[in-house]
């Protein structure tokens, strides 16, 4: 019920158990606490499982930033702990926004969800969200808090879109694009961090667009 979902109600700031929303219809803002909570369950499962090198993370490394930890050895192994290091610290930034509480507002765009390029404060949701599943929404909103994540005091974003441009929502992106990014590239890209988190969280919903 929307009473055992929303913890306050007020005008159209909704305080909800994972998040808090702004200017969102009740219903909006229930699919959003929602979203926001398996997206926090997802971030959390690939935490954890980046942490231990467990599962099939080492497919979904050589997928979506093309480290293959089977191959590397000596400086080649060096470089790629780096890299995994530096994924992790992003996954880590992810978690620990979640835990802290996220504030999306609402937006007008005709995309899924905006970050701030500059010093955001909170992640703006558009009307397309309403229209994706709810994993859909979830990876929607991991790929937002990858550029939330990477935020540095009086700097842009680290993290920015690389694979574009989509074919015809946000989580459509142009297969020969992603493909093709390079490490750096893809340790930049929002959507490697969305789509890498699906495929280790949630395996069976992810087919990897290169088969």
């Known amino acids: 019920?929307?009473?055992?979902?929303?913890?306050?109600?007020?005008?159209?700031?909704?305080n909800g158990t994972y998040c808090s929303c702004e200017g969102f219809t009740s219903?909006?803002?229930?699919?959003?606490?929602?979203?926001?909570?398996?997206?926090?369950?997802?971030?959390?499962?690939?935490?954890?499982?980046?942490?231990?090198?467990s599962g099939d993370v080492a497919i979904a490394l050589k997928h979506h930033f093309k480290l293959d930890v089977s191959a590397a050895k000596g400086i080649g192994r060096v470089y790629q702990?780096?890299?995994?290091?530096?994924?992790?610290?992003?996954?880590?930034?992810?978690d620990s926004d979640f835990k802290a509480g996220m504030t999306y507002v609402a937006g007008s765009l005709g995309a899924v969800g905006t970050t701030a390029s500059m010093n955001p404060r909170v992640i703006k949701i558009h009307p397309p969200?309403?229209?994706?599943?709810?994993?859909?929404?979830?990876?929607?909103?991991?790929?937002?808090?990858?550029?939330?994540?990477?935020?540095?005091?009086?700097?842009?974003?680290?993290?920015?879109?690389?694979?574009?441009p989509f074919f015809k929502a946000y989580h459509e992106l142009n297969p020969e694009v992603y493909r093709g990014l390079t490490t750096d590239k893809a340790l930049k890209?929002?959507?490697?961090?969305?789509?890498?988190?699906?495929?280790?969280?949630?395996?069976?919903?992810?087919?990897?667009?290169?088969?």
């Open 1 to 14: 019920m929307v009473t055992e979902v929303l913890r306050s109600v007020s005008d159209s700031v909704y």
């Open 129 to 164: 969200f309403f229209t994706l599943s709810p994993l859909d929404q979830a990876t929607g909103l991991i790929h937002e808090h990858a550029h939330f994540a990477s935020r540095l005091p009086g700097a842009l974003n680290t993290i920015s879109d690389r694979g574009w």
């Open 81 to 94: 702990e780096k890299q995994i290091d530096a994924i992790l610290s992003v996954f880590t930034k992810m």
């Open 27 to 53: 219903i909006d803002a229930i699919q959003l606490e929602r979203a926001c909570g398996k997206a926090r369950e997802m971030v959390g499962a690939v935490h954890r499982k980046l942490a231990a090198m």
């Open 189 to 211: 890209n929002a959507d490697c961090y969305a789509y890498f988190a699906r495929e280790v969280a949630e395996p069976g919903s992810y087919t990897w667009i290169g088969d």
